[in-house]
């Protein structure tokens, strides 16, 4: 009776133990990354004299993909690539990134941050309509796809000024977190050059 006895405690023990181990175990790393870095400059405009005032609102990403999650599509199924994160929130990154291509390439107008207490002559209105990673099959090498539609409205009224979508595809180089993360950067800087681009076309 006693070795049973003993036997259960070890058991027991044994079971315990087993339990701290696991809810002490880490989970597997992920590794963060991030997209749209300063801008390669362009032919920015030197002086503020000038330039049209052009008010930045918030940029508006989908929930699905507005946090720091990679999003993968394959034909009508959705899922979120294993192991990798962005460094923040995507719809933060971006801001940052479209911010920063202006600075370096707009000539004609001067975008003004959501955090500038001016008033602009115009407003530019970003909606962000995919930003995914497409599969034609699982385990194929995807094409980061990125959709915006852009608007520009005269301010005080807000009246459309100029509306546009915008589309960039870019294929990733091989189907590894890396080389998807890289298509996600070149795919957005090409946007942002046509956005700037357009901007300055048009804001006049």
């Keep these: 009776m006693i070795r049973s006895s003993i036997r259960l405690a070890v058991a027991a023990a044994a079971v315990v133990a087993v339990a701290g181990c696991a809810l002490l175990s880490s989970p597997p790393p992920v590794q963060t990354y991030r997209f749209g870095g300063p801008a390669a400059a362009g032919a920015a405009a ?30 009508t199924e959705t899922a979120y690539i294993k192991g990798a994160r962005w460094v923040s929130p995507a719809s933060d990154l971006y801001m940052e990134s479209l911010e ?34 497409r599969y034609d099959a699982p385990g194929a090498v995807p094409t980061v796809v990125v959709t915006a539609r852009a608007r520009l409205l005269a ?19 091989a189907n590894r977190v890396s080389a998807i993360v890289e298509a996600f950067d070149i795919a957005t800087r090409d946007l942002n050059t046509q956005i700037v681009g357009w901007t300055d076309a048009n804001a006049g």
């Design 46 to 75: 030197e002086g503020q004299d000038g330039l049209r005032q052009v008010a930045l609102r918030r940029v508006q990403f989908p929930e699905a993909v507005e946090g720091d999650k990679l999003l993968g599509v394959t034909g």
């Design 100 to 133: 920063n291509a202006f600075a370096a390439q707009a000539t004609r107008v001067r975008l003004i941050g959501p955090r500038e207490l001016i008033r602009g002559e115009r407003s530019l209105d970003i909606d962000m309509r995919a930003f995914e990673a």
């Design 155 to 173: 301010l005080p009224d807000r009246t459309v000024a100029a509306e546009r979508t915008f589309t960039v595809q870019q294929p990733a180089a």
